[in-house]
Nanobody, 124 residues
Framework: QVQLVESGGGLVQAGGSLRLSCAASQRTFSLYTSGWFRQAPGKEREFVAAISPNGGSTFSAYSVRGRFTISRDNARNTAYLQMNSLKSEDTAVYYC?????????????????WGQGTQVTVSP
């Protein structure tokens, strides 16, 4: 069982930046695809970005492409989501997750472990 803890959320003005972190409890973190999802009030959870186990491959949702960057540091068992040029529509609870599907996936059903989420609020 891998536990994930997100941090780095908060309140930021539109146009600002935040960096989210996701710390895993086990070194097996390096064997999993790492992903970020988000859920805004009244909406379904949606995919944001994912990164392959060795960090060599990433992909992201169209809505965040060019603004958000996913990365990972397997030595620290940590994944990151750098969010720039934030918009009010980015306001949501952000979740990190791990998937044993090393090909990567944008489906939340493909992910085995989830963090508790961190709130990101972007003011206009």
């Amino acid at each position: 069982q891998v536990q994930l803890v997100e941090s780095g959320g908060g309140l930021v003005q539109a146009g600002g930046s935040l960096r989210l972190s996701c710390a895993a409890s086990q070194r097996t973190f390096s064997l999993y695809t790492s992903g970020w999802f988000r859920q805004a009030p009244g909406k379904e959870r949606e995919f944001v970005a994912a990164i392959s186990p060795n960090g060599g491959s990433t992909f992201s949702a169209y809505s965040v492409r060019g603004r958000f960057t996913i990365s990972r540091d397997n030595a620290r068992n940590t994944a990151y989501l750098q969010m720039n040029s934030l918009k009010s529509e980015d306001t949501a609870v952000y979740y990190c997750a791990l998937s044993s599907d090393v090909r990567g996936s944008d489906r939340d059903s493909a992910y085995d472990y989830w963090g508790q989420g961190t709130q990101v609020t972007v003011s206009p």
